[in-house]
Every structure is written in C-alpha cells, then in structure tokens.
C-alpha cells in the first residue's frame, strides 16, 4: 500500500472540511477522488501533502507519517495544485531549474530530468518562452512538469484541467495514462464525471466533507442498483413465436440467458436490464434468434457515475 489515509479530520472554525476520512491508493493505480466544489477534497490534498495538519489521524506515504516524517513524505510526492504555480516572466527552462534546485535535484542530473519532462508535457518547443505567453492549458502542463522533476512516488493532480481549452485537457489526461502505465501512482481529484471515469481504477465519493462511497466504477453502479439497459430491435420472422410471447417467454428468458435481471418488450423492441451487458449479450441474442425474432439493432446503455453520485447524494455533482 502506497498511502494510506487514516480517519483524518479537519475543521475550519465550527465548519468540518474533511470528517474522518479514510482511504487507501495501490502502488501504480490511479485513483480518483470524485465530488462537487466544497467537498473536501482540496482540504484533504493540503493534509496529504504536508502543507496543514489533520485535527486527528494520519497518512502514511510510503510508511512515512505526515505528522511526524513530514519532510520525507514531500520528497516522494509531487503536488499539481489547483492554483498555477509558476514565474510568469521565466521561461519554462528557467521555472523548472528553479524548482529542480528547490526539490533538490542532482545537479548532473538537472539538464535531463528537464528535458524528459518537457518532453512528457509536449513542452519541449516552447521551451525557451516566458510563461506569460503560455495559454491555460500550457501552464498547467508546465506545472505537471514540475511535479515530476523529482521522480516523485505519488502524484496528485487537483483539478488539472479546470479552465483549460480541450486541447490541452486531452493532453493533460493522455499524459496521467500514460505515467500510470509507467508505474507512477496518482490521485486525480475532479468534478468532471467523464474524466474519473476514464482514468481512474478506483474512486471514492466525497460529498459534504465525508467519502460516502468508494470502490471501481462498477462496484459503484452495483452499490447503488444501478443497471445496464441492453436495447434489442426486433421484426418477428412468422405469426406464432416459439415458446409465446408472455409470462413463459420471460420465465424461459430468465432460465436460459445468464445474468438477467429484469425484461420489457413490445411488437418491435425488447429491453433488457443486467448487471453486465457484456456478459449477457451474447447468450440474449441466441435466445431471441431461437425464439423467432430477426436482430435489426443493439444499442447498450451504461449507468454513469452521474447517475450514481445523484442516487448517493440526492443532488447533482454540479450542484
């Protein structure tokens, strides 16, 4: 186990920001800490960094304690912060050789390590021009930049494509994939829905300064009933269907076709609800073939994490 977060707790005056969190992240897995402005979840990335202390509990990076090994927690993390964390009038050579000498960086190894993670970020032909032409995006590029000088265990990324043009957005989330790919651990916070489902193996729901679920997506969708919805359109190939068309016709469904959970049809379209549509595909196609149907179309519909944060909470990530 990489990190481990301990039943953390944090207020400010007689608001609790963060409430006893408790969450743990694998070595090389990328995982998401999903929820709205206002959750926590900046409060509980300053904890894990270092940069304010916990009312109770603790994390442990590496073995190391927050609270008591404080300096070597920050040299195995790399922090991407929400806020833009560079020199304006450096260029983007000049801003990571200052942050190379603050992070201790061998200086034979300076000229590399700055190259490499120019190269990681597409910066490497923008390499000699001052931050104060970057865009948005570029900048929080550089700042990722920056976070990986120092070949950190752990990457957080807070909020790393807000305000971003979509360019650098796709660059920003290709770039997390590949790092992950390479064994680099990282804790990607978001309220973009789409972005924690791609990227992430695991996520926990953080909502009013509690995680109030955690688990991979689809454990998620299960926690919550949330089904897949598999359409089927179908023309009928004779007037009498073998085995009917009522109540023997979805207990025989039911019987014969793997995972199914609940069926709707009418004269030219058949619905089924499962927990995995992959598995149950297959086995309803040939059900309805042996059953007289001809197939014109299949469309599957997946519950999103959307939908899931909205069952939890009652409200819209967005809210």
Known sequence: MLLSVRGVTKDYGKRRAVDNVSFEVE?????????????????????????????????????????REPMEVKRRLGVVPQDIALYPSLTAVENLQFWARMQDVPAREESARIERVLGITGLSERRKDRVATFSGGMKRRLNIAVALLHNPLLLILDEPTVGVDPQSRTHILDTVADLAKQGLTVLFTSHYM??????????????????????????LKRIVGEMDEVSVNVTKLGANLVGGAGDDFYAQAKQEVPGLVDLRMNDEEIVAYTQSSSQLLPALLAFLVSRGFKIQSVSVKEPSLEAVFLKLTGKRLRD
């Open 27 to 67: 070595k090389g897995e990328i995982f998401g800490l999903l929820g709205p402005n206002g959750a926590g979840k900046t409060t509980l990335v300053s904890m894990i960094s270092g940069l304010i202390r916990p009312l109770t509990g603790d994390i442990l990076l590496d073995g190391k304690s927050v609270l």
């Open 194 to 219: 789409e972005e924690v489902e791609h990227l992430c193996g695991r996520v926990a729901v953080m909502d009013e300064g509690k995680i109030i679920a955690q688990g991979t997506v689809t454990e």
